[in-house]
T-cell receptor
Framework: KAGVTQTPRYLIKTRGQQVTLSCSPI?????VSWYQQTPGQGLQFLFE???????NKGNFPGRFSGRQFSNSRSEMNVSTLELGDSALYLC????????????????FGSGTRLTVV | AQSVTQLDSQVPVFEEAPVELRCNYS??????LFWYVQYPNQGLQLLLK??????LVKGINGFEAEFNKSQTSFHLRKPSVHISDTAEYFC????????????FGKGTKLTVNP
């Protein structure tokens, strides 16, 4: 069974550019979440999608956005990149169904390492 | 609001020694609790989770954790560590009946020395 696949693994972008990261969840998983990991702030929740709808959003500026497609694949976009956006971006998928049901846990991908120069 | 505190940022131990990584959580409602491990340049791998039931949870690679509601703790233990256990360990919580969002602790870097 394939795991969570994130592409690309590494990216180098210039300040002011925009970037799109991709995440393919485990087959059958309908919930996809995104996290940002930095040495200073640790792991922070960006947003969660379930059945193409954003269910929850973390405390990030509007430059960070995402979407989910009908096949549960998800993309996140960061516009007008800043040096502080350099981080490891992790995607996690879950079998979770409706909100409030038992939490099945999350499977994480290997991440996309974004460097902004 | 939820928060997760990992009390030690770094834990050095010798091979075959026991280890305990400490985690405390704060929440006004019931929570699910998780431990993840991250090896260099990799994502997070789930070690174990507490959803309900028995407070002693066994996970992969010989790890276990005990949920203590009165002390709001979820400490991770292993009776005998190996060099290959060297990694960063994260404790995380999510709210029962609420968002799927995980709140993570800052992580504990476990270094196993020969």
């Amino acid at each position: 069974k394939a795991g969570v696949t994130q592409t690309p693994r590494y990216l180098i972008k210039t300040r002011g550019q925009q970037v799109t990261l991709s995440c393919s969840p485990i087959s059958g998983h309908r919930s996809v979440s995104w996290y940002q990991q930095t040495p200073g702030q640790g792991l922070q929740f960006l947003f969660e999608y379930f059945s193409e709808t954003q269910r929850n959003k973390g405390n990030f500026p509007g430059r960070f956005s995402g979407r989910q497609f009908s096949n549960s694949r998800s993309e996140m976009n960061v516009s007008t990149l800043e040096l502080g956006d350099s981080a490891l971006y992790l995607c996690a998928s879950s079998l979770a169904r409706d909100r409030g049901r038992a939490n099945y846990g999350y499977t994480f991908g290997s991440g996309t390492r974004l460097t902004v120069v | 609001a939820q928060s997760v505190t990992q009390l030690d940022s770094q834990v050095p131990v010798f091979e075959e020694a026991p280890v305990e990584l400490r985690c405390n959580y704060s929440s006004s409602v019931s929570v699910y609790l998780f431990w993840y491990v991250q090896y260099p340049n990799q994502g997070l791998q789930l070690l174990l989770k507490y959803l309900s039931g028995s407070t002693l949870v066994k996970g992969i690679n010989g790890f276990e954790a005990e949920f203590n509601k009165s002390q709001t703790s979820f400490h991770l233990r292993k009776p005998s560590v190996h060099i290959s256990d060297t990694a960063e360990y994260f404790c995380a919580a999510s709210t029962q009946g609420g968002s799927e969002k995980l709140v993570f602790g800052k992580g504990t870097k476990l270094t196993v020395n020969p």
